[in-house]
C-alpha cells in the first residue's frame, strides 16, 4: 500500500479519535464545565462511555494503516460513517468525511500480477464480522441502559453519597438530602461489559485478519 495512504490512515486515525473526544465533552464545555449541579450516581461517566465508542473506528484505522489492509479500511470507513448520523442534533455528522475516505482508501487497488490468495478473502469476511460487532458494541449498552432514581446526602468527607430509590414520579428532598432525581436510560454494568467486549473483539478481529501471511522465502504477501 502507497506510504501516503498509510500515513493518511494514521492522520484519520487521530481525527476520529480527536472528533470522539470533543463530542464527548461537548456537554461540558456548553455548560462552562461543572455547573454545581448534582447528577445521579453512573458506574463509568457517561461522556467516557460516548468517547470510547465513537472512537471505535479511530482504532479500526489505525490497525488498518499499521497492517496496510484494504477490508479493515473500508470497515473503519462504514463504521464511522454509521455513526455520524447516532445524534439527532447533527453533532456527529463531522464523522462524515473521514469515513469516506477511509473507504475510499480501502477501494484502491494495487497493481499485482499474482491471485488473491484465501486469506484475503478471508479478510473481506472478517470486515464485515468488525462492522457487526462494532455496531453490537453501539446498541448493548443503550438497550440494557434503566432508569435510576436517587437521593443524595453529604458524606463523611463532604462529598456527595447517593442512595438508589424505587422509581417515582414525585421525589422531594427531605433535611439533609442535597439532591434527588430519576435518569434514564442509566448504563447498567451488564451492558458496559458486554459493550466492552464486543468493541475489544471488533479491534482483536480486525488486528487478526489484517495480519498478511509470510510466505517460506520470506516475503509477505499483500493479499489485502
Not at 462504514?78 to 455520524?84: A, H, Y
Not at 489484517?210 to 520470506?218: E, F, L, M, N, V
Amino acid at each position: 500500500m502507497n506510504a501516503n495512504r498509510r500515513r493518511l490512515g494514521f492522520v484519520l486515525s487521530a481525527m476520529i479519535g480527536g472528533l470522539a473526544i470533543t463530542i464527548a465533552a461537548l456537554p461540558l464545555i456548553q455548560a462552562g464545565g461543572w455547573s454545581g449541579s448534582l447528577d445521579g450516581p453512573a458506574i463509568v461517566p457517561r461522556p467516557f462511555v460516548i468517547a470510547t465508542l465513537l472512537g471505535l473506528p479511530a482504532g479500526l484505522a489505525a490497525i488498518a494503516a499499521l497492517r496496510e489492509s484494504r477490508p479493515m479500511f473500508i470497515a473503519a470507513g462504514v463504521v464511522c460513517l454509521l455513526q455520524s448520523v447516532v445524534a439527532f442534533s447533527g453533532v456527529t455528522l463531522g464523522f462524515v468525511i473521514p469515513g469516506i475516505l477511509l473507504v475510499a482508501v480501502g477501494l484502491e487497488r494495487l497493481p499485482t500480477t499474482s491471485a488473491r490468495p484465501a486469506s484475503g478473502r478471508r479478510a473481506w469476511v472478517a470486515g464485515v464480522l468488525v462492522v457487526s460487532l462494532a455496531i453490537a458494541a453501539w446498541i448493548v449498552p443503550f438497550a440494557t441502559g434503566e432508569t435510576v432514581c436517587w437521593i443524595a446526602r453529604a458524606g463523611p468527607d463532604g462529598n456527595p453519597a447517593y442512595t438508589r430509590i424505587p422509581e417515582s414520579n414525585t421525589l422531594t428532598v427531605g433535611v439533609g438530602d442535597l439532591a434527588s432525581g430519576c435518569d434514564g436510560g442509566t448504563f447498567t454494568l451488564e451492558g458496559l461489559m458486554v459493550g466492552g467486549v464486543l468493541a475489544i473483539g471488533a479491534l482483536a478481529m480486525a488486528a487478526l485478519a489484517a495480519s498478511r501471511p509470510i510466505h517460506p522465502a520470506g516475503s509477505i504477501t499483500d493479499g489485502l
